[in-house]
């Protein structure tokens, strides 16, 4: 009798073993796309800005972040004055049409800096991305802000 306990006692706890393997939910990756252009006058209109880069850091590493420190968002400085751009996790670059896609992404919190380079200017938006999920954004740089310390607004 005592074995017929165990044996049983031990197939429960294999299928709740094996239950939790394959039930347990991961996380899939996120993707970021980014359409990316920049004022250039007033008969042209807005071009496409090829090779603006955009850098996701984690939220938890640039908490102590003082966006006025940004310089053209390729650096990021801590409250301390210390560089913390080596933190960036996750980078691309805009292509002939402007759009930058960024895959794989671990979801989470981030800080997105967007870094123009048809205009001497930044942006930067904190986003949330889902299991999974596919972000799209638009954005258009225009000539009012260009070399303010703090970028200009998203």
């Known amino acids: ?52 880069t955009a850098y996701l850091y984690d939220e938890r590493d640039v908490n102590d972040v003082c966006i006025d420190s940004v310089l053209l968002g390729r650096y990021l400085v801590d409250k301390y004055g210390e560089l913390i751009s ?17 895959t794989g992404i671990n979801p989470g919190d981030y ?16 986003i949330h991305l889902g299991s999974g999920e596919s972000l799209n954004l638009v954005k258009n740089f225009g000539y009012l802000h260009e070399y303010e310390r703090g970028g200009e607004p998203w």
């Open 86 to 102: 080596a933190k960036r996790k996750y980078e691309g670059e805009a292509d002939v049409t402007g759009t930058i896609t960024i």
């Open 111 to 126: 800080l997105l800096m967007l870094d123009s380079k048809g205009r001497w200017t930044f942006s930067y938006k904190y």
């Open 1 to 52: 009798m005592k074995t017929l306990n165990s044996r049983i006692l031990n197939a429960l706890l294999l299928l709740i073993f094996i239950s939790c393997l394959t039930g347990c939910e991961k996380d899939d990756p996120a993707n970021v796309t980014i359409k990316v252009s920049y004022f250039w006058n007033d008969f042209v209109g807005y071009k496409p800005d090829v090779g603006a």
